[in-house]
C-alpha cells in the first residue's frame, strides 16, 4: 500500500478536493459564510503512529462517523474541535445555549447532537456524491453517528475492516477553514479511509489501476 | 529517572521499574498489561481485533490480536525472567462509541476485544485483578511499573486509579 504511484496519489487527492469542494460548498451555504479549504493530504499511516497523525494526545474532538456502503467501501469522518462544533450548532438552531456536552453525557437524543448529526450527514452526503459522480461508482452513506472524544479513539472504529489486512490506513484528510474570522477560526477536518478492497475499484474506475493490491 | 514508554495502536512493549507504560485513545482496542510484580516487570499490547483468525494475511502483526498479543506478552515477559506462577494482568477500553440505528457487526467490536482477551487469558490462568471495559468512552492508560496502579483516563469521567 506503501506504493502508491504518483498518478495514483494525485488520484486521490483529487478525490479529497473534489468531495471536500462540494461539502465545504454545502457548509458555507448553512453559515452564510465562505469556507476555503487546504489541498488534500494523502497519507499512508501505521496504526501505530495514528495518535501522533491525529495531533497527539487525549484531546477531545467533535465527530460524524458514516460508514460508506456500495461499490467502494470505506469510512468518513468530518472532525471539528469541540468549540467551533459548539458555534456551528447555535448559529444553525439559533439557540445560544445548546451544547455537545449533551454527547459527552451520553445524550444521544438532544437537539444539538441531532443538528451535529444533520451536518455531518449533509457534508458527507455531498462529499460522496460528488465523488460519485467523479468515478461513476454508487457510494451511499449509512446514517450518521456522532461523538465527542479522543480523536485517536473515534479513528480508530474507520480502521476495524483496514486492519484486517494491513498495519497502516490511507487516509485522505482535507481541511476546511474559515478565512474571514480574526477571532475564531472554523477548522475541520474530513477524512476519507477506504477499505483496502476499494482503493483498487478507485483506481480502475478512473483508469490508474497499475496497483498491486499485494502490497 | 523515570521514561514513559508509549505503546501505538497495534503494538506491544515491555517495560521495568521506574519506567510506565502508556497508550491513548482506546476505542473499540482493548489496553491489556500483564506484569510480574516481583520483579517489577510488566507487558503492554495495544490489540485492535479479537482474533487472528479475522487476519487475510500471511505476514501478522501478533500486537493486533487478542490471542496473539496475549501469548507473545507473556512469552516476552518468560524470556526476561518473570514467573508464569506470580503473573497478573489489568485491562481497559472495548468501548462502543457509536451507535448506529442499523445493526452493524463491526461496530460491537468492542466488547468482542473485550471478551476476547479475557478469555485468553483465563485460558493460560493469567488472574485479571482489574478490568474497566465496555461503555461509551475513548481512554488512555498509564501503568506504573514500580507500583502497578493502573491510570485510566476518559474525556467525561475523569481520571481513575486501580
Not at chain 2, 471495559?133 to 514500580?146: A, K, P, Y
Request: hydrophobic share 40%; net charge negative; proline share 4%.
Amino acid at each position: 500500500m506503501t506504493l502508491l504511484n504518483e498518478r495514483q496519489r494525485d488520484v486521490l487527492k483529487e478525490i479529497g478536493n473534489i468531495g471536500a469542494a462540494h461539502a465545504a460548498t454545502s457548509l458555507s451555504q448553512l453559515l452564510n459564510k465562505k469556507i476555503d479549504m487546504r489541498v488534500p493530504a494523502v497519507s499512508v499511516v501505521p496504526f501505530h503512529e495514528i495518535s501522533e497523525y491525529v495531533g497527539g494526545e487525549d484531546e477531545p474532538v467533535a465527530a460524524v462517523m458514516l460508514k460508506i456502503e456500495g461499490d467502494a467501501p470505506g469510512t468518513m469522518f468530518f472532525m471539528i474541535p469541540i468549540q467551533e462544533a459548539n458555534e456551528l450548532i447555535r448559529y444553525l438552531t439559533g439557540n445560544s445555549s445548546t451544547d455537545l456536552i449533551d454527547e459527552i453525557n451520553g445524550d444521544s437524543e438532544s437537539i444539538s447532537v441531532s443538528a451535529f448529526n444533520e451536518v455531518g450527514n449533509i457534508l458527507a452526503g455531498s462529499y460522496l456524491s460528488s465523488l460519485s459522480d467523479f468515478t461513476g461508482l454508487t457510494l451511499a452513506p449509512t446514517p450518521p453517528a456522532s461523538a465527542v472524544d479522543m480523536a485517536t479513539a473515534i479513528l480508530s472504529y474507520g480502521l476495524i475492516e483496514v486492519s484486517k489486512e494491513m498495519d497502516s490506513a490511507l487516509v485522505i484528510d482535507t481541511v476546511i477553514t474559515e478565512p474571514d474570522t480574526t477571532i475564531q477560526t472554523m477548522r475541520g477536518h474530513f477524512f476519507l479511509l477506504p477499505d483496502p478492497d476499494s482503493l483498487a475499484t478507485i483506481f480502475t474506475s478512473l483508469g490508474v489501476n497499475d496497483y498491486d493490491n499485494d502490497h | 529517572m523515570t521514561t514513559i514508554i508509549k505503546v501505538g495502536m497495534a503494538d506491544l512493549k515491555l517495560a521495568s521499574a521506574p519506567d510506565m507504560l502508556r497508550t491513548s485513545g482506546l476505542g473499540s482496542c482493548i489496553g491489556v498489561i500483564i506484569y510480574d510484580e516481583r520483579i517489577r516487570l510488566a507487558g503492554m499490547a495495544h490489540i485492535m481485533l479479537p482474533n487472528s483468525s479475522l487476519a487475510r494475511k500471511e505476514s501478522m502483526n501478533l500486537a493486533k490480536y487478542a490471542d496473539t498479543a496475549v501469548e507473545e506478552v507473556l512469552r516476552l515477559l518468560l524470556d526476561k525472567g518473570a514467573s508464569k506462577f506470580r503473573l497478573k494482568a489489568k485491562m481497559a477500553g472495548g468501548a462502543q462509541m457509536f451507535t448506529f440505528k442499523t445493526s452493524n457487526e463491526a461496530m460491537r467490536i468492542g466488547p468482542r476485544n473485550a471478551e476476547a482477551v479475557k478469555e485468553h487469558l483465563t485460558r493460560l490462568q493469567i488472574p485479571i485483578v482489574f478490568e474497566d471495559t465496555g461503555g461509551s468512552s475513548g481512554r488512555t492508560i498509564e501503568f506504573d511499573v514500580n507500583s502497578q496502579v493502573l491510570e485510566i483516563r476518559t474525556v467525561n469521567k475523569g481520571v481513575l486509579h486501580a
